[in-house]
Structures are given as C-alpha cells and as structure tokens.
C-alpha cells in the first residue's frame, strides 16, 4: 500500500463508492428508471423493471439500450432519474476530512450526471473538494466498461494513468483502467454484478471501506 503514497491522480466512481452501497441510494435511482420505462412505454412496473435490466446487462446502462434500441433523448431520461430526494443522507465527515488531506488531483468518473454528482456530493458534505468530475455526457454517453471514456477522461484531465488509481464498486470497470496503467481498487459490493469478476488480477487492491482507506493512505503520507 506504501506505492499508493505516490499517487497523483485519485479517480473515484460516484455511486456506491463515496457513499455506502447499504445506504440504498441508488435504489432510489432504479425506481425512477422503471418509472420512466413504464410511462414511456406503457407498461407496468414489472414489466419496466425486465426491459431496464435487459438493456444494463446487454450494454452497461439502462440509458445505453433506451439510446439503441428506443430512441429516447438521452438528456430527459438523466434529469428525471437523477431527481430523487436524498435529503435522509448522513454526511460524512471523516470522508470529508481525509479527502483535503489528499492534496493531489481528485476526480469523479461515473455513467450518472453533473447534476447527479452535485446532489451527491453536496448532500455528502463534500462538494468543491474535486478538480472536476466526468459524467456520462462527457463520454457521448458511452459508458465503463467500453475503453473510449477512460481514453477521454485522461484526455480531458491530463491524467498520467502510472500515477493514478480508480475506486469503483463494479469489479469489471477496473479492467480498461488496469489497461491503461492505473492502478486499480474495488470496494467491496454484495450485489452479483459488481461483485462478478473481482477475483481477477486487473484489480490490485480490495476495501470494504472508502474513508478508512484513506485514511490509511494519508497516515503512511505522513510517516
């Protein structure tokens, strides 16, 4: 872990990353998409829910297959799924805390939206410690696990990949990242998708904790 002291660029996933996948946020996130299904297509709930997972597991996000398949403007479906209260979430201040110890480059690379990361992040405690976040517009809406956002978001950052790390939730996004150079970090996630692939060697370090590791790393900074 001594290696991760020279790390110059800490890329972190947004969700079920800087908050705990227990807290259900992204739950609330699901619900929508059904909801949003459901109207579009008139159909009911169960059937929403089977046509949402189908086009995440064909193409990496529900938005993706809509996109392919339906037609649909990529930019209602993100402002209506990304408006869901989370105002019950605790902050988090010893994440807080060890995240303006870490002095270098930190930014978010997530398949949600900028508005997405503010409301996240600000309801967390922790908005305006990034230098810049990534989004799924960002990357023409081509989602992890496909290479070219990786590819853009070291363009958009000038991010050295040898010098930096990604944090993620879902094991099979680290792999284009361990590709490119990074170093690669899965948080530890019960639900089968994220969890598939995380005995793979493209991922170099497992936590089960964001705030604790962090604060291990700059603890070692400092000895």
């Not at 872990?1 to 972190?12: A, G, R």
């Not at 993620?168 to 530890?188: P, R, S, Y």
Request: hydrophobic letters at 35%; charged letters at 30%; aromatic letters at 12%.
């Amino acid at each position: 872990m001594k290696d991760l002291t020279e790390i110059k660029y800490w890329i972190f996933d947004l969700d079920n990353t800087l908050y705990s996948g227990q807290t259900k946020v992204f739950s609330e996130v699901d619900k929508k998409m059904s909801s949003f299904i459901s109207k579009k297509f008139d159909v009911d709930l169960i059937k929403a829910k089977e046509i949402q997972k189908k086009y995440f597991y064909e193409y990496g996000t529900t938005l993706s297959g809509l996109m392919n398949h339906d037609n649909i403007d990529p930019h209602e479906f993100l402002e209506f799924v990304h408006d869901i209260d989370i105002s019950w979430l605790p902050k988090d201040q010893i994440l807080r805390e060890e995240l303006i110890k870490i002095k270098e480059k930190k930014i978010i690379f997530t398949n949600g939206s900028h508005a997405h990361v503010e409301n996240i992040t600000k309801q967390l405690g922790i908005d305006g410690l990034f230098d810049g976040a990534f989004d799924i517009t960002d990357a023409d809406f081509v989602p992890k696990p496909h290479l070219d956002p990786y590819e853009k978001l070291i363009k958009k950052f000038n991010i050295i990949p040898d010098e930096s790390i990604l944090i993620e939730d879902i094991a099979h996004n680290l792999e284009q990242a361990k590709n490119l150079g990074m170093k690669t970090c899965w948080l530890e996630n019960d639900e089968p998708f994220a969890k598939k692939d995380a005995d793979k060697p493209y991922i170099d370090y497992k936590i089960n904790n964001l705030p604790s590791f962090l604060q291990k790393i700059n603890i070692l900074k400092n000895n």
